[in-house]
């Protein structure tokens, strides 16, 4: 079979070397890559080196040779086009159509997948004009990963950090794959929670889960590639590292948890709820570690109940047409309890799967039904993880018409 045709276009940005690592990545997957730097990409990064990491001859002329029409040639043959790192002027003039030189030609001749990895100062990146060129891009069906947020050139910190080339390629894996040109989320804003809440008895010890947060990643990384804006709401998600171009909002307990979920949801088309939020939590907090008392038992710990977020985003929805998408993890019973709970917290889906201390929690592997209020049932499969985060958004799509 023909290896899928990647177009790796690089602006002029100082984390074009990090598009070495993408390349590497996408070559060593099976893609056959072409990289198409600007010319001021090769003040960062030499031909010689994309060359020779892509096995192919790079130019950023139209007139190199003419012979093969280059200009609209490799835009034609792609099956799927990645710029990154994206620059400010190259965000501009891809959202005007100018073709100055040959990536911006490859951009106006793709009928492609076209994926943009933003690279720049925090001020280029919120400034107006960005902003309208990247909604543009967007709007035509373009893949606008959202910049990550930390340290920028020299000593500058905020967002407009090139994304990890690992993700990056997660994306690009995810675009390629659905194999569509028009993202169907593309314009939604979407909320996902992931992970597990832990409720503090003392300074060192708390009550917690098993919830690894994979699932809830898979379902944003997922959300992104198919062009919506994510805000992620990670619960003690040590160790997973955030999803390109998701907003990421890190918590640890469910009163936390709740405080984040709903304010993002305030402006959200849909809320995904796959954290596992704890039931319950101690009713006081021990300001020091408690004592082990030789010959006493301990006192008995009290609980009292957590908000049930999921409910309430269900009963007071923040915007019309919003739908909610719950998770419940059982060990038994689980169609009929999932049905039960799906009734009583009046979402719209309700992922039901079974769960325990070898199955579910940590694996990269899920098994799930999706129960629909409206008495549909979608079986998932046993396999990895982001084919349950696709096909709820294949559900939820479907719902936001």
Known sequence: MDKPKVVLGVSGGIAAYKACELLRRLTESGHDVRVVPTASALHFVGAATWSALSGHPVSTEVWDDVHEVP???IGQQADLVVVAPATADLLAKAAHGLADDLLTNTLLTARCPVVFAPAMHTEMWEHPATQENVATLRRRGAVVI???????????????????PAEIFEVCRRVLARGVTEPDLKGRHVVVSAGGTREPLDPVR??????????GYALARTAAARGARVTLVAANTTGLPDPAGVDVVQVGTAVQLREAVLKAAAEADAVVMAAAVADFRPATYAAGKIKKQDGQEPEPVVLVRNPDILAEISADRARPGQVIVGFAAETDDVLANGRTKLERKGCDLLVVNEVGERRTFGSEQNEAVVLGADGSETPVPYGPKEALADTVWDLVAERLG
Request: proline share 6%.
């Open 71 to 73: 200009h609209v040639r």
């Open 146 to 164: 959202e910049p990550a947020v930390g340290r920028l050139t020299g000593v500058d910190t905020g967002k407009g950090r090139l994304p990890e």
């Open 206 to 215: 708390f009550l917690g889960n098993r919830s690894s947060g994979k699932q």
